[in-house]
């Protein structure tokens, strides 16, 4: 049985992501959370455009995303879920990444893709997180590692 069968998820179009994130353009790497468990769980989703500034030169002939951006995208999920569980009316916080571990790449992402970063809380204590991230282009694993986060009030 399906364990998410009959769970509420949330969804964050990418207003939503803006007010989380500090992030921007060209630096923002996620277009939307398309599910959302508190900081339990939640998918993120890029659209991988063939006019952003890393084809320029990675690599002209042949595209494909730096695989420092596909954990960039990771982390800013995770990031957006921890931002979005604090309580109701809680100060917004800068997310800073601590840790990357135990990353792998399997496959290249090119233009057209959409990659999903499926992130899973593994550990929360006071105002850290880690998570392990999987990227998944068309249910293929692309890259996969763990990251953590910590918030720090401004």
């Given at each position: 049985m399906d364990?998410?069968?009959g769970q509420v998820f949330e969804t964050f179009d990418i207003q939503r992501l803006?007010?989380?994130?500090?992030?921007?353009y060209p630096m923002l790497l996620v277009d939307r959370i398309v599910e959302a468990r508190g900081d339990e769980y939640g998918?993120?989703?890029k659209n991988v455009s063939f006019n952003e500034p890393q084809f320029q030169g990675h690599?002209?002939?042949r595209p494909v995303m730096p695989g420092v951006l596909l954990i960039e995208g990771m982390a800013q999920t995770a990031g957006a879920l921890c931002v979005a569980s604090?309580?109701?009316g809680a100060k917004p916080s800068v997310v800073y990444l601590m840790t990357i571990d135990k990353v792998k790449f399997r496959k290249p992402v090119v233009p057209g893709d959409q990659v999903r970063y499926h992130m899973?809380?593994?550990a929360k204590r006071r105002n850290m997180w880690w998570f392990r991230g999987e990227a998944k282009v068309e249910g293929a694993l692309v890259c996969e590692g763990h990251v953590s986060a910590m918030l720090v009030d401004q």
């Open positions: 364990e998410t069968a803006l007010a989380l994130l500090p992030h921007r998918v993120g989703i690599f002209p002939e604090r309580a109701a899973t809380r593994i």
